[in-house]
């Protein structure tokens, strides 16, 4: 069996730039001796009670092999059993002992020993990923309904590895993590060590993805950088739990006012309910730093729900609730999926809205429904929508700053001369003051006048940009040039459109783009909609 069949190893962290070379003279690594697929590591010299990176490295291609955390003892020595599996030439390994500051503690060459036939295993072995860097894991819940699961260094850093092995190049499949729980089980935990955080956070792996109790949660890159971030000071060597609890809102609405108690019945009725945690050590890591979670929980309509009229709820401290725009019901998978920038309470709930002048048959009903029960429209009036009136500019400017959860700041004090006090007057300034919009010249954003439709794409793209999320160039198939009205997108919305164009997100019309028409309420219902639950604008 080769090392590449076997190998434990998280391709390419490279040792040199996670640690620095700086080493504490008083440690020393006394043996590293290898036999039978197990690494016997011991220290003295060390810091007692200190958390330490145990480290397999291979110094052939400068990847890790294995990775452990251990702690060091009162009289400050380490022993620590690493299994690497089958390794036929030993001498090309090396281990290093690392502070969880990533201040390199002490080095040394591994060496084969023999081991004493009838001497037991150092380590039992870890429980294998599953394919494609999955680690299944069954977990019993308590008398309480808790159920807590933990993933070894060894089984992250196995799952890490095939994850990392499925493309190739600098993009890796995600580490999924599946608990299996008892179904009497209210609260799941998933528990890793510093160290596997760590391991993740330096990995090419963009997402991990844990399937727990009707739940799918993913973490991406960012948001387990936060995570990583929470792990300092005397927090450094702290535990990282990831809970999911599904509450029994009955028992939840005796925390809340009366009028919130209300709107809680009214709006969620029977349907779930979830808290979501992570702690890093003791610390509550509620904000990922520009990070997101995308979650799925399993969800089955009620008869004569409208599907486009369920929503997650954030339910707040207080009680209230709180619509996520990006929330959308998946009929053919019973699930309702959202995306969140910090973790706390959501409900799945429902919010159907009708309007007088949308019929049932109109092509634009679901977009329109979509559109009101998340308030990202609220109508021209409480029963009316007006779909055949041009949108403007300033009605435009609300509902995609509300499509995507961009809050109005009503203390700025940077806005547009005609903003007038309205509705839509806070957002004008908080778009002003974030970039969004520039206005149409002499600090005028003329609020009241149809927006054509390159300004349309070029506000769009602005809020994309400023959140990272701009769509990849010529993946459409098409280059701007295709288009027969090309010439006529003005200077100013060039690349914004050419960037949509390129890369199928708009799609036009017969070979045009009508850079310079107009949209009506119902198109602009329906671009939103395509915005939140395909990714395009086309209609």
Excluded: C
Excluded at 115 to 134: E, I, K, L, R
Excluded at 163 to 179: Q, R, Y
């Amino acid at each position: 069996m080769t090392k590449k069949t076997i190998s434990l190893v998280m391709v390419a962290i490279l040792s040199l730039a996670l640690f620095p070379l700086s080493v504490f003279a008083s440690s020393a690594i006394t043996s590293a001796g290898y036999a039978d697929g197990v690494i016997t590591v011991q220290g003295t010299g060390f810091n007692a009670g200190t958390a330490y990176l145990v480290r397999v490295v291979d110094t052939e291609n400068n990847s890790v092999q294995a990775l452990e955390q251990t702690v060091a003892s009162s009289e400050g020595k380490i022993e620590v059993h690493i299994t690497t599996g089958v390794m036929s030439n030993v001498e090309h390994y090396l281990v290093h002992i690392n502070d969880l500051s990533g201040a390199l503690a002490a080095s040394k060459e591994v060496t084969a020993v023999t081991v004493t036939p009838g001497t037991p295993d150092p380590v039992t072995p870890t429980t294998p990923a599953g394919p494609a860097g999955t680690i299944k894991v069954a977990v019993s819940a308590d008398s309480n309904g808790v159920a807590t699961a933990t993933v070894t260094d060894s089984q992250l850093m196995q799952a890490v590895a095939g994850a990392e092995g499925t493309t190739g190049g600098s993009k890796s499949a995600p580490v999924i993590i599946e608990l299996q729980a008892d179904a009497n089980a209210n609260r799941l935990s998933l528990e890793l060590s510093a160290a596997s955080l760590l391991a993740l956070a330096n990995s090419k792996i963009e997402t991990v993805t844990v399937k727990a109790g009707g739940v799918v949660l993913n973490l991406n890159k960012k948001a387990i950088e936060a995570i990583k971030s929470s792990l300092t000071g005397a927090n450094a060597s702290g535990k990282v739990h990831i809970s999911i609890s599904k509450l029994d809102a009955k028992s939840e609405l005796s925390k809340y006012s009366a009028q919130a108690q209300q709107s809680l019945k009214d709006k969620i009725g029977d349907r779930p309910l979830y808290s979501f945690e992570i702690m890093a050590g003791n610390q509550t890591v509620s904000d990922f730093k520009g990070g997101t979670v995308a979650l799925e929980l399993s969800y089955s309509a009620h008869a004569g729900e409208n599907p486009h009229a369920i929503v997650v709820y954030y339910v707040d401290k207080n009680g209230n609730l709180n619509a996520l725009a990006n929330s959308h019901y998946n009929p053919t998978a019973q699930t309702v999926s959202f995306r969140t920038k910090h973790f706390s309470t959501y409900a799945v709930g429902y919010s159907e809205k009708q309007f007088s002048d949308v019929s049932d048959d109109a092509w634009y009903n679901d977009a329109v429904a979509f559109a009101a029960a998340r308030g990202i429209t609220k109508g021209i009036s409480n029963t009316q929508f007006g779909p055949d009136l041009k949108i403007t500019r300033g009605d435009f400017l609300v509902m995609l700053m509300r499509t995507y959860g961009i809050e109005a700041d009503a203390s700025t004090t940077t806005n547009f001369a005609d903003a007038g006090n309205t509705y839509y007057t806070a957002y004008l300034g908080t778009a002003k003051q974030l970039g969004l919009v520039t206005g149409m010249g002499n600090n005028l954003f003329v609020p009241e006048a149809s927006i054509s439709r390159q300004d349309m794409v070029v506000m769009i793209y602005n809020v994309l940009d400023k959140m990272g999320e701009l769509p990849s160039a010529l993946t459409g198939g098409k280059t701007i040039n295709d288009y027969k009205d090309s010439t006529e997108i003005a200077a100013y919305a060039s690349k914004a459109v050419k960037v949509f164009a390129e890369a199928g997100f708009i799609a036009g019309s017969n070979g045009e783009l009508m850079p310079q028409g107009f949209s009506t309420r119902a198109e602009t219902a329906q671009i939103l909609y395509n915005i939140m639950t395909n990714g395009t604008v086309n209609q």
